[in-house]
């Protein structure tokens, strides 16, 4: 796959690392979930052709269900955070994710989150036997994935050059791209690359604010780089994301607006497709009784399935029974409400075959998938030929439950919006300078 073949040019690119040689990679992944399933095939993949490649991972918090466990072919390091800290980050993080869901999201509560992945970042680094042992191993790189800003600073005390995976939607970091605001739209901007004038004086003003909370967002992490960084050799958050050797997107252009990409930037999409196997027995049947009908595909991410929340269950069963297609939905059985009877025509497993139900066959095929943050459905629909996600502003919706963007419709919402973006724009635009003045979103080094 193509995808795999660029990843492995990574161990030819770097300084040190020579093409007749076997590499020593460090991947670092701290949050679990669909962010560790990627770390796991990026390893393997480099395991496989001939690297030496040792993990390092968190073994368990809010992000981490319960995954199979598997005979991995590479070495693995773990660790854990303290009982107290851990079960404080999981109220955390469930809260933020209920709120979220239930569309009262605020990015306090965001901020809220990484502070304790700053402050798990504080309790890693204070692991003075681990860190020596990784020290000793005298890595030639390391990977880091880009969701927790912890694995950059792990490789900036190791001294190692390091290569970063993006995981997540493309304009959700600030790492050095050149952004024509013009065409460009930005992140959560609910804007498409055609934007009229009052939409590219959104985008405008929006950018302001995508810059404060960026620094806002690196800055819950001030803490844990004065205690384990002298002063004077003190990282900049927003220039160490520029230090990356490569940068790798786990996306493919076909997901993405058009936008100037940098020589080290490089979409390797696709990374989590494997050889087809046959589809388990009892999906097999219950796919069988739709007959022509087809059936619909629902998966929400391994963060999402965390979530308790009766209501959402509620209302989806709801919708899923009136569809004639046969429903398969990834959902922890154990989160099922006992009061809420499951429709008919809707089968709910811990765990799917997704590449395996979406090969391609005479049936017809209705997929309905939001983004995981690894993008891992929408790739496996686009591999077997089908449609399964919309783009807005560089965010992916479901087929079935999609958002569209407000616009800029009518007269009167456009002046309105222009008078409250003024103001906003203005506080954004004071707020970025300080950002910029204090090395927050800055564009690459000359």
């Avoid at 679990?32 to 040792?54: A, F, K």
């Avoid at 969701?147 to 600030?174: H, M, N, Q, R, W």
């Avoid at 590219?200 to 844990?224: A, E, G, I, P, Y």
């Avoid at 490089?266 to 069988?288: H, R, S, T």
Wanted: glycine share 8%; with cysteine; hydrophobic share 40%.
């Amino acid at each position: 796959m193509a995808g795999q073949r660029v990843l492995l040019l990574v161990g030819f690119l770097l300084p040190g690392v020579l093409l007749s040689e076997a590499a020593k990679i460090l991947t670092i992944s701290t949050v679990g979930g669909s962010h560790y399933l990627l770390m796991d095939r990026v390893s393997q993949i480099l395991q496989d052709h001939g690297h030496n490649v040792t993990m390092l991972n968190h073994k368990r918090g809010p992000f981490m269900p319960d995954f199979k466990k598997e005979e991995k072919s590479y070495q693995i390091i773990s660790w854990l955070a303290p009982e107290d800290h851990q079960r404080e980050f999981k109220k955390s993080f469930d809260f933020f994710l209920e709120e979220t869901l239930g569309g009262r999201g605020k990015f306090e509560n965001l901020l809220n989150v990484l502070e304790y992945l700053a402050l798990q970042c504080s309790h890693f680094l204070r692991r003075k036997d681990i860190m020596d042992s990784l020290k000793n191993e005298n890595f030639d790189m390391v990977i880091v994935e880009t969701f927790d800003y912890c694995p950059f600073l792990i490789a900036e005390k190791l001294g190692k050059p390091f290569v970063a995976i993006l995981s997540t939607s493309f304009g959700s970091l600030e790492f050095g791209l050149p952004i024509p605001l013009s065409y460009v739209p930005v992140f959560r901007s609910l804007l498409t690359d055609h934007m009229d004038f009052w939409g590219r004086v959104k985008n405008f003003l929006m950018f302001f604010s995508f810059c404060r909370r960026q620094w806002h967002m690196q800055s819950t992490f001030d803490n844990t780089i004065k205690e384990h960084f002298t002063e004077g050799s003190r990282p900049v958050l927003s220039h160490l994301l520029l230090k990356a050797e490569l940068w790798f997107i786990n996306s493919d252009f076909a997901f993405d607006f058009a936008r100037p990409l940098l020589p080290n930037t490089v979409y390797v999409g696709g990374l989590m497709e494997k050889p087809i196997k046959p589809v388990p027995q009892d999906l097999e049947n219950f796919i069988a009784k739709f007959g022509d009908s087809g059936f619909v595909l629902v998966t929400l991410g391994s963060m999402v399935n965390t979530c308790q929340n009766p209501e959402i269950f509620k209302e989806m069963n709801n919708a899923f029974a009136h569809l004639p297609q046969g429903v398969i939905w990834k959902c922890q059985c154990s989160h099922w409400p006992k009061d809420v009877h499951l429709a008919a025509n809707v089968k709910i497993v811990d765990w799917l075959p997704q590449s395996d139900l979406l090969d391609t066959s005479p049936r017809q095929w209705l997929p309905a998938s939001f983004c995981a943050p690894t993008r891992s459905a929408p790739h496996s629909g686009w591999w077997a030929g089908l449609t399964t996600s919309s783009r807005q502003g560089g965010q992916c919706t479901s087929s079935l439950m999609s958002s569209s963007s407000p616009g800029m419709s009518s007269t009167c919402s456009t002046f309105l919006y222009f008078c409250w973006g003024s103001l906003w724009g203005l506080y954004g635009f004071v707020g970025s300078c300080w950002a910029w003045l204090s090395g927050g979103c800055v564009g690459p080094e000359r």
